[in-house]
């Protein structure tokens, strides 16, 4: 079994920063993609950013210049450093990877979630 364990999450005024992280633990033989999604109330959970074993980065157009993803493949932890935080901004923040935990066993694997919220 695999856990994904969030932290980092909280109150923020607008155009201040936060750092997510998100450690993964169990039995891990490796680690593909990782990734954020978020929700906000009465939305639909949304991707925010991911990043490949081999560290190639997408983002959501949303994000793109003020978030940064990043991972360590040794520490099997995620990094979301969030800059210049909106009020759009707010929301639930999960994370999420695909983990092979053999050479043929692979899962995709949901955090609990962090609350992000901006306002002043």
């Known amino acids: 079994q695999v856990q994904l364990v969030e932290s980092g999450g909280g109150l923020v005024q607008p155009g201040g920063s936060l750092r997510l992280s998100c450690a993964a633990s169990?039995?891990?033989?490796?680690?593909?993609?990782m990734g954020w999604y978020r929700q906000a109330p009465g939305k639909q959970r949304e991707l925010v950013a991911t990043?490949?074993?081999?560290?190639?980065?997408n983002y959501a157009d949303s994000v793109k210049g003020r978030f940064t993803i990043s991972r360590d493949n040794a520490k099997n932890t995620v990094w979301l450093q969030m800059n210049s935080l909106k009020p759009e901004d707010t929301a639930v923040y999960y994370c999420n990877a695909e983990v092979y935990s053999s050479w043929v066993e692979v899962g995709r694997y949901w955090g609990q979630g962090t609350q992000v919220t901006v306002s002043s």
């Open positions: 990043v490949t074993i081999g560290i190639n980065t």
């Open positions: 169990g039995t891990i033989f490796r680690i593909n993609d």
